[in-house]
């Protein structure tokens, strides 16, 4: 899902136009000032549906990529139980 910033600044728009003129991934990035990544994403195949599937499936498990310290406290004092 694109972000209001991307739309206003058309970003998807200028990296599909620059590609049909040929540019490079890193031609387009130092002209757009964008990462690589996001410009795969945009030009390629099925990207933004495995995305978008990966993500759902994370969510699905309640996996996330960086828990909260919280949440991994509470899994070491589950795991070694502390003796006082």
Do not use: F
């Not at 990462?35 to 993500?55: D, E, F, M, N, P």
Request: net charge positive; charged share 35%; with cysteine.
């Amino acid at each position: 899902m694109r972000s209001n910033t991307s739309m206003k600044r058309g970003l998807k728009e200028k990296i599909i136009a620059l590609a049909d003129k040929g540019l490079s991934y890193r031609q387009i990035q130092a002209k757009l000032g964008c990462s690589k990544s996001t410009i795969a994403y945009h030009l390629g195949k099925g990207q933004r549906v495995k995305a978008q599937a990966r993500r759902d499936k994370q969510r699905d498990n309640g996996i996330r990529y960086e828990p909260n310290r919280w949440q991994y406290e509470n899994y070491l004092n589950k795991k070694y139980k502390r003796v006082a």
